[in-house]
């Protein structure tokens, strides 16, 4: 499928570690302000694609380009303060475990922005609060805060630069049902609290069930290559066997 | 079948070696890295300071119990020696030079390298399984310049300080040792000791004890960054920090003494 000024637009893109090819001369396009999902088995690839969406990887081959920039193009520290232009919801959070909940959000703004520090706090617990985690726990450890929580608060802590790209990794990988359905909300609460300043949001998962129901379009990724491409409705009646494969597990 | 085994032993030893000098390589890049790190903004001195009350004023205890009883067994080993040849005055200037030069920097070295080189291993380690550490670049943030950076010049701060205090209580040690229980003479004691240490023997030490805590703080962090496979692997990470730290401090305490001999 081909976007208008897509958020992100891969061509030819090939990842080799030694003999092995991780990414097969792979080229799509994900358009902006929408719910992409990255559907595949573990081992399709799904994360080396992030790594090379997020400039953390390099390609052997082929291109990927970010909100119109080219990374091969950004010298490391351009490339280092490109990536605030993402936000990311790591698979377990990763909070940073020596910081409180309101620290692990102010963190980013600490770091890239002006704002004093009582501004600082209190868009973080402004933030906070967006995503339903409560003042009684905005000075607890990621240690004291439960499964569901620490995924609130990493996405507050993606959220805190204001990010034209938002990634999850894997959002409902380990989560209970009722969680996981706390989660599939948030992320459509949140895509559509910043869709009027056009945030993208890519989800890498093999939730089937989640995606098909929270996505905007899905593509599915086999052995390095995406394979099914489509807006949600018409991947969900695919005839690609793989896919029907993955849908009816 | 006699060939076939010499190849596969010749084998396994050019492996090893590649992947020895592969390792080395790393360490060198790794190094290289503080170098080019250290001169970049931000400068993160709430980070220094906190890794330098770590590794500072957090082993102080430890290093002052260890050198104060470092002290006091050398006067008394020393004096035994010495009595039997009749120059027992000079176990001051004795156990004070070999502090000095050796048993502060190194056994600070060892000290640092088992609390703090581990700590550093441990933490950066849990940090990479985590994927806090993921966190920090994809937020743009050189995970090496936050984590790394901060830890080694820190390190390299505080073991000469922490070399310094366990030399002056390994003296006081001695000294009460000396004059208390073994009734040496407390001016003879003191005017031997100023007589013959100098101001190069500290020197020395201060310099080797720099060194250390470089070296140290490079092995701790280079393990923790390279931590694999979960929990198993932030201890064997850990465990290889403390082992090949104080293994560093022990071959390169030769190499610096040979050198700085010819040089102070």
Known sequence: ?249 | MVIAQFKTFIEAIGSATILNVQGLGSICRFILKFFYWILKPPFRFKLLAEQFYFIGNKSLFIITLAGSFTGMVMAYQTYFGFKLINVDSLVGSVVAISLAKELAPVLSGLIVAGRAGAAMAAQIGTMKVTEQVDALEVMGIDSYQYLAVPRILAATLALPMLSIVFLFVGNVGSFIVGTVALLIDETMYLSKLGEFMFVGDIVQGIIKATVFGFLIAVIGTYFGFNVTKGAEGVGKGTNLAVVWGMISVLVLDYFLTSFLIQVL
Do not use: C, W
């Open chain 1, 1 to 249: 499928m081909n976007f208008d000024n897509p958020a992100i637009e891969i061509e030819n893109l090939t990842k080799e570690f030694g003999k092995h090819t991780v990414l097969n001369n792979l080229s799509f396009s994900i358009p902006r302000n929408k719910i992409t999902t990255i559907l595949g088995f573990s081992g399709a690839g799904k994360s080396t694609l992030l790594k090379h969406i997020l400039g953390l990887h390099q390609p052997t081959s082929g291109t990927v380009s970010v909100l119109g920039n080219n990374l091969k193009d950004l010298d490391p520290m351009k490339l280092r303060e490109f990536r605030q232009n993402f936000g990311m919801l790591f698979q377990y959070a990763a909070l940073f475990d020596s910081m409180t909940a309101v620290e692990n959000v102010a963190f980013p703004m600490r770091e890239f922005t002006t704002f004093s520090n009582e501004e600082i706090i209190k868009k973080a617990e402004d933030l906070l609060l967006s995503v339903g985690i409560k003042e009684v726990s905005f000075a607890r450890l990621p240690s004291e805060l439960s499964g569901g929580m620490r995924k609130r608060v990493g996405l507050a802590r993606g959220l805190a630069l204001n990010p034209h790209i938002m990634l999850y990794d894997e959002p409902t990988t380990g989560l209970d049902p009722i969680t996981t359905q706390m989660v599939n909300d948030l992320i459509v609460d949140t895509a559509a609290k910043n869709s009027d300043r056009g945030m993208t949001s890519i989800i890498i998962s093999h939730d089937v069930k989640a995606t098909l129901r929270i996505s905007d379009f899905v593509a599915f990724l086999d052995r390095g290559n995406i394979v099914e491409y489509l807006p949600v409705e018409e991947f969900k009646k695919s005839s690609n066997p793989l896919v029907q494969e993955f849908i009816n597990l």
